[in-house]
Every structure is written in C-alpha cells, then in structure tokens.
T-cell receptor, first 114, second 112 residues
C-alpha cells in the first residue's frame, strides 16, 4: 500500500512569491491534515479536512494561506505571498475514521523563502 | 487548548542501555497518545501509541506507559541500538481523528 505522497519535496522561492504544495493521502483515508514543522520543533496543525470539508482551520493564517480538497481525496496548500518566516517543512498526514485514527505522515515539502 | 511538554530535549545513551522519554499533557479530555520517530530529513513515523483505557503497551523493545491521573506518559526503549538514534516526538489528542498536539521532541543519540 502506498503511503502519503507529497510534492514537491523541496522548494526555494523569493519572498512575496506564491507557492503551492500537493498531497495525496493513503487510499481510503477520509481525514487529511496539513501540519507545519519549524526547525527543531514538533509539527503544528494548519488545517484538517473531513472528506472535502475543512473542519479545523483555526491555525491557518488566512491572509496568505489557502487550502482545498475539492473531491475529498488529494489536497493543495497555497501560500501567497510567501514571507521569510514561512520557511519550514510542510507535512501532510491522513487517517481513517473509525479505526482508531492513527495518523500517517508524508515525507513533507521543505520550503525555503529567501 | 492542549499543551504537551516533553523531556529531556536531548538524551545520549550507550548502546544496550535503556532510554526513557517523558511527556506531560494538560487537557484531561485527551485520550490518544502516539509516539513518532523522525530521522533527519524524513517523515515522522508512528512507532507506538496508547489510549486512555490502557496503562501500558509493549512492542518488542519499545513500551509506553500512561498515568491519566498525573497526566503523563512515557516512552521506554530497552537494549538501544545505533539505529534508534533519531528525534522522538510525543503527542496527544482527544481521539485518533482529531489534530495531534506535539511535544518539542527529544533527540536520542545511541553511542556504539
């Protein structure tokens, strides 16, 4: 079974530029999470989806961040415009409701904003 | 909201010795406590988890204990090996499908 897939793995952009990250969860997993991991820290939630509905986005900086999961499968996270402080690893995770909900992470996208 | 504290931030042990990492949490409604291992540049990998109806769980050289009254849980690794070297994160949530709140991580170094 394929794990959570993310692309790109690395991205370097200049500040004020837009950037987008893509995630494909484990097949059949209806819950999808985007976390941000700063260097030397644990992951912190940005947004959680149940199917195509965003059910927890209180930590998402909505002035510059947006996300979508149109068909309840893969998801895109966008930053526009990027700031220096957005440099981090963006992790996607997925889980299956009703099975205990263990969360499985993708490899992440390492974003560097210069 | 939930707050998870993790200690120590770094831990060095000799190969074959045991390692213990401790976490405390603040939300008494939390009932799911996973542990993740993250090697440099790689994804966090779930290595063991425990739920509030269980006090202890073991999987080969890894065990986790939970004390709900005191709101703390611990990871125990016995007979450590160099490949156990990584950053370990504890986390807590109200159920498996709700967002995890992570500790700040423990960098474990196993010295051969």
């Amino acid at each position: 079974e394929a794990g959570v897939v993310q692309s790109p793995r690395y991205k370097i952009i200049e500040k004020k530029q837009p950037v987008a990250f893509w995630c494909n969860p484990i097949s059949g997993h209806n819950t999808l999470y985007w976390y941000r991991q700063n260097l030397g820290q644990g992951p912190e939630l940005l947004i959680r989806y149940e199917n195509e509905e965003a059910v927890d986005d209180s930590q998402l900086p909505k002035d510059r961040f947006s996300a979508e999961r149109l068909k309840g499968v893969d998801s895109t996270l966008k930053i526009q415009p990027a700031e220096l402080g957005d440099s981090a690893v963006y992790l996607c995770a997925s889980s299956l409701a009703g099975t205990g909900g263990e969360q499985y992470f993708g490899p992440g996208t390492r974003l560097t904003v210069t | 909201g939930e707050n998870v504290e993790q200690h120590p931030s770094t831990l060095s042990v000799q190969e074959g010795d045991s390692a213990v990492i401790k976490c405390t949490y603040s939300d008494s409604a939390s009932n799911y406590f996973p542990w993740y291992k993250q090697e440099l540049g790689k994804r966090p990998q779930l290595i063991i988890d425990i739920r509030s109806n269980v006090g202890e769980k073991k999987d080969q050289r890894i065990a986790v204990t939970l004390n709900k009254t005191a709101k703390h849980f611990s990871l125990h690794i016995t007979e450590t090996q160099p490949e156990d070297s990584a950053v370990y994160f504890c986390a807590a949530s109200r159920s498996g499908n709700t967002p995890l709140v992570f500790g700040k991580g423990t960098r474990l170094s196993v010295i051969a």
